[in-house]
Each structure stands twice: as structure tokens, then as C-alpha cells.
């Protein structure tokens, strides 16, 4: 996948990949007000759009009218905006299209967690992420392994196990603005 060297690295929207519950957006809020810049959650935009919650959309509309929802807005997005803090919801990536205007007008940030880690957050988890419902462990864990190899293609993985939001964001801003310095030389 080519980097688009046309938008400078620093005024790349920043997109946050990983499974559902890894923290994106807690993290991506945190990032983005130590970044100055605007944070946008995917799931949220849509939410506001439609005037009704994820799961309301899946039951009354279908997964496939969000999925359509959900790429219109992140290609739009990557095309067309710049220096914002975005986070996806777990299943976008799984979109090529969106994959591919990510990676090329973007930097993708994979946010990691361990599956031991993941259950954890579980009971939190479970109500609101329509996609869980009705599947046995099992099955999340297999569908968790699934979406971290759809995660494979990113610009840097960061590893968010036994960390704290704060410490995860920190770690990205220095990461990001390292980066930054030695690029723009």
C-alpha cells in the first residue's frame, strides 16, 4: 500500500484501528486535545446522522445500511479532511474500501490488547455492541483473532495492555511528533 507523500505527515488525520472496547475513543479524546485538534468518533457521527444508536440501526435497518453508512462517512473523511483524531469502530477495517483511504491519506495507529485483557472488559462491553449478541466466547474470541489480522495493515501498533488511557496517549503524542521531527528534515 503506497503512502500518499502529497499530505505532509503532520496534517494527516490520525485513525485509530483496533477491536472493540481496546479504548479508541477514550484514547483518541485524550490524543486529540493534547494534539489540538478535533476528535471525530466514527460510531458517534453516524449515531447523530441517523438519529439512532448502533444496535437500534443493526435491528431496524441492518448491519448492511451501516456498513454503507459507516464507508460513505470514513472515505469522505479521509479524502477530505485533514489534522483530525479519528476513531473507527472495530469492524470498519474490514471494509477494503476503507481500509485502502485510510492507509493512503492517513496515519493508522492499531491500538493492541491482548485477549485475556479483552475479556475483562466484557460485562461493559456486552450491551452495546451488537455484534457480541448471542455469540459464545468461543465465537468472540474467534472473531477477535479475525479482526486483528484485519488489523495487520497499519502505520505503528501500539501495544495498550496493562496501561492506563493516559499513559497510551502520552505514548502516542511522543510517538507521533518523533516521527513528525524526522520526517519534515
Same mark, same amino acid.
Not at 492499531?110 to 490488547?113: P, R, V
Given at each position: 500500500m503506497k503512502i500518499n507523500? $502529497? &499530505?505532509?505527515?503532520?496534517q494527516r488525520n490520525i485513525v485509530l484501528i483496533g477491536f472493540m472496547g481496546v479504548g479508541? !475513543? !477514550? &484514547?483518541?479524546q485524550l490524543v486529540a486535545k493534547k494534539l489540538y485538534r478535533d476528535f471525530i468518533d466514527v460510531d458517534q457521527e453516524i449515531e447523530k446522522k441517523y438519529n439512532m444508536t448502533i444496535p437500534e440501526m443493526f435491528q431496524q435497518k441492518g448491519e448492511a445500511f451501516f456498513r454503507q453508512a459507516e464507508k460513505d462517512y470514513i472515505v469522505d473523511l479521509c479524502e477530505h479532511t485533514q489534522l483530525k483524531i479519528v476513531s473507527l469502530g472495530g469492524g470498519a477495517f474490514k471494509q477494503e474500501e476503507i481500509k485502502r483511504a485510510c492507509l493512503k491519506h492517513c496515519t493508522v495507529l #492499531? *491500538?493492541? *490488547?491482548s485477549w485475556e485483557n479483552w475479556k475483562q472488559r466484557l460485562d461493559i462491553l456486552i450491551e452495546n455492541r451488537p455484534v457480541l449478541h448471542n455469540r459464545t466466547l468461543d465465537e468472540m474470541k $474467534? *472473531? #477477535?483473532e479475525e479482526r486483528r489480522e484485519i488489523y495487520? *495493515?497499519?502505520?505503528?501498533r501500539v501495544e495498550t495492555d496493562h496501561l492506563e488511557a493516559e499513559e497510551v496517549a502520552n505514548y502516542i503524542v511522543d510517538t507521533l511528533k518523533l516521527g513528525w521531527d524526522l520526517y519534515s528534515k
Open positions: 507523500r $502529497e &499530505i505532509p505527515v503532520r479508541k !475513543t !477514550t &484514547i483518541g #492499531f *491500538l493492541d *490488547l $474467534e *472473531l #477477535f495487520s *495493515l497499519h502505520n505503528s
